[in-house]
């Protein structure tokens, strides 16, 4: 336990998410800043401190307290971003970082001390790097990870290592007060059990301990007695497979564009081959001559290829115009960047081939490119009231929508269902025996048996039997999404059948059974 | 053939060297053709010819019920310039719509979608065009026999296999104010190919569970 094997030195940024923050939104140091996550402060600057805001506090208060307080949402994944390239630089120092979390990191001491002749030289030597690269972080170095990070937080402005000599961290730890142990559920039984200090709980018998606290206490048990180990995977640096084609001059047909593309996006699915990914989600960016940039995901049924890269990029720059059209003004750069990979081994085709015909989506591909995108769909059925609500197309190459159809909903009519469902439903017009209007009443009933149907400006047909009115009503509560209508069944004198909607006193066909 | 003799009128040794052209086509039909839903068979026998073109008037659901079998065994189908057609009711007759390839505007290339639908479709439902000249015509027949796919056309078409034409259609189940829309009996008109005499007649009913 005494031995140097088991030294760790903790890397700390203090306040790393105020920092990535201000990064992110280019503010200024002087703006206090606190950061919310579901709905109390996690984080706040210095100067939002120095009034009274602290971690925990309600938003209200926290405004109260503070009135020119800046109030962001946190965004873990915007702090895990920033810190990659600190990890980078830490890494050019000390090899095999590991990521505690955003701000904090550890890395064993025993190697770098050696290098660098001393624990005491290799914490300044990486305190100083970190420094020219405009970080200020706070260093410490102890038998275990908790205990360095103890260190690493005790540290000040003015002395930002500290170094807790060997085999003596568990009395280092001692007086530090049982509440650091950041634990919600198991510090309060321990404060009831007259435990106040670490030292109190490291004193404990471990078995004893693991009996009454379970794998939480055994870890929290470690962390007090000084003998926890770093654990977990090395940071690897993260591969980026973004690839990108420049145009000098800047081009503006597409033929030309994707025939540039073609070498960007075989290296992008090459490389990402070689690490034995696939990319199911794709992000272009277009930049063109004027500087507008123009962002697009595109997501894809199965995996892209690269000549299905190429054709996301001519979609892309055609719009919905087909094969005529084209970018607006010259494009100067595209990039591609995997959103989402997979591993290849989840998406090889079987021996036979499970992945769909090759030869109906090379020639689908290509009638897309031919009509614009949007034109090609696959169809599904989803959820809804109203028959063409149920009715959803999904461009081809698109990834489907969860179908909503299994849903309970009410106000559905009875089989058969009909052939033909105007996407707009026509206006018609339906009188009673005596050409009168017919409307629902507030009891849900007709004011007069339908007897004459009308569409469009077609003339007037008699109504040989009908059934009705079948209300439906949706959204009450959503006065912009709220519907209320009531539907008829209707056969005319030529035997058509028809599905009639009255909304707002306005007659309309839904759809036809023909 | 031998009965052909060479005294005889041009016109009727065409004749009868097309009806022995048609009768040669009309042998293979058994393996040549796509499945039928059994309630089908009736009206057009055991299957529906690939290649060729089967224009249906004054019913979408029947053009539906044709292709079903064909779907259900793996074809790869598609709609174009159909863009009313009920998906729930596509679904109903047992139409797989993973396999369904749908085009609702082909803007005015109506001609070169068609055909590279066919390319890869099995079986292709469109709209009648306002307008098609009979060149053209020939042509997409031509380009279908070489794909054997078939097209069924909602609506007039020059150069079809068949003309399926529905003469009356009653329902049950819809009362005078009570009752829903249930079974559907039609009587249907059809003639096939381009022989002469009167067009055959039959019935089918159509019941309302087979399109829920």
């Known amino acids: 336990m005494t031995s140097t094997n088991a030294r760790v030195l903790v ?87 590991r990521i505690l979390r955003p701000g904090l990191c550890a890395i064993r001491a025993r190697g770098p001390a050696r290098f660098y002749g001393g624990e005491e030289r290799a914490a300044s030597t990486i305190h100083q790097a970190l420094a020219r690269a405009d970080i200020a972080a706070r260093l410490g170095i ?48 321990l404060r009831r059990l007259g435990l106040h200090s670490l030292g109190d709980f490291a004193a404990l018998d471990r078995v004893a301990v693991g009996a009454r606290f379970g794998e939480a206490g055994l ?65 272009i960016t277009v930049t063109s001559e004027s500087g507008e940039r123009r962002e697009r995901s595109w997501s894809h049924p199965h995996h892209f290829s690269a000549a299905d890269v190429v054709d996301r990029v001519r979609w892309q720059l055609q719009g919905s115009g087909g094969v ?3 970018p607006t ?31 109906v989506h090379h020639a689908l591909a290509r009638l897309h490119s031919i009509l614009g995108h949007g034109s090609v769909s696959t169809p ?13 197309l999904v461009a081809w190459g698109d990834e489907t929508p969860p179908a909503k159809r299994t849903l309970p909903w009410p106000g559905s009519i009875p089989p058969p269902a009909p052939a033909t469902v105007f996407s707009e439903p026509r206006p018609a017009d339906v009188r009673g025996p005596n050409g009168e209007p017919i409307d629902v009443d507030g009891r849900g009933t007709a004011t007069a048996p339908p007897a004459w149907l009308a569409l469009g400006r077609s003339p007037a047909m008699k109504v040989s039997s009908w059934a009705g009115p079948w209300p439906v009503t949706q959204r009450w509560w959503d006065a912009d999404a709220r519907r209320s209508a009531h539907r008829f069944q ?6 058509m059948a028809w599905l009639m909607i009255l909304e707002d006193h306005e007659w309309a066909a839904e759809a036809r059974y023909d | 053939m031998s009965s052909v003799a060479a005294f005889e009128s041009p016109a009727s040794v065409r004749q009868a060297l097309q009806a022995r052209i048609s009768s040669m086509q009309s042998t293979r039909l058994d393996e040549d053709a796509f499945p039928l839903l059994p309630m089908l068979r009736a009206v057009l026998g055991r299957g529906l010819r690939r290649g060729t073109v089967y224009s249906i008037s004054g019913s979408t659901s029947l053009a539906l019920a044709l292709v079903a079998a064909a779907s259900q065994s793996g ?56 307008r098609i000249a009979s060149a053209e015509a020939s042509r997409l027949l031509a380009r279908l026999r070489q794909t054997r796919s078939t097209m069924l056309v909602l609506g007039e078409w020059p150069q079809s296999e068949s003309q399926i034409r529905v003469v009356s259609s009653t329902w049950t189940g819809l009362g005078d104010g009570y009752g829903h829309l249930a079974d559907r009996h039609l009587e249907l008109e059809v003639r096939q190919g381009q022989s002469p005499g009167p067009p055959r007649r039959s019935r089918l009913r159509v019941p309302s569970e087979m399109i829920s």
């Open chain 1, 490 to 495: 209707m056969i005319d004198s030529e035997g």
């Open chain 2, 75 to 130: 074809e790869w189908c598609g709609v174009l310039d159909v863009p009313d057609l009920g998906l729930e009711a596509a679904a109903g007759w047992g139409i797989d719509l993973d396999r369904l390839v749908w085009v609702a505007d082909p803007g005015d290339r109506w001609m070169s979608t068609v055909g590279s639908m066919a390319d890869v479709l099995g079986l292709v439902i469109v709209r009648a065009p306002a």
């Open chain 1, 329 to 359: 003004s010259p494009v100067e750069r595209v990039e591609l960047s995997p959103a989402r990979v997979d591993t290849s081994a989840n998406h090889e085709s079987g021996l036979w081939g499970t992945s769909l015909d090759e030869r």
């Open chain 1, 380 to 392: 599904s059925l989803g959820g809804g009231r109203f028959l063409n609500e149920r009715q959803v």
């Open chain 1, 219 to 283: 870890r929290a048990h470690d962390r007090a007695s000084a003998t926890d180990r770093l654990s977990g995977a090395e940071h690897t640096p993260e591969i980026d497979f973004g690839a990108g084609a420049t145009f000098e001059p800047a081009l503006d047909r597409v033929d030309q564009i994707a025939f540039g593309v073609r070498t960007a996006s075989e290296s992008m699915i090459d490389r990402l081959a070689k690490s034995g990914l696939v990319c199911t989600a794709l992000r």
């Open chain 1, 324 to 326: 005529t059209a084209g």
């Open chain 1, 11 to 97: 890397v700390w940024l203090p306040d790393w998410p105020i920092i990535a923050a201000r990064r992110r939104l280019e503010l200024s140091a002087e703006q206090p800043l606190a950061l919310i996550h579901k709905g109390v402060v996690f984080a706040c600057s210095s100067d939002a401190r120095a009034s009274g805001v602290q971690r925990g506090l309600a938003v209200r208060e926290a405004q109260l307290r503070c009135p020119e307080l800046l109030v962001v949402a946190y965004d873990p994944q915007v702090d895990a971003r920033a810190f990659e390239p600190v990890v980078a630089s830490l890494e050019d120092l000390v090899p095999g970082v």
């Open chain 1, 142 to 189: 102890a038998d275990s990870v908790f205990g360095a990070e103890r260190a690493a937080l005790q540290t000040s402005g003015d002395s930002p290592i500290a170094i807790v000599a060997v085999g003596t961290t568990r009395q280092f730890l001692a007086p530090a007060p049982i509440s650091t142990l950041d634990d919600s559920t198991l510090v309060p039984v």
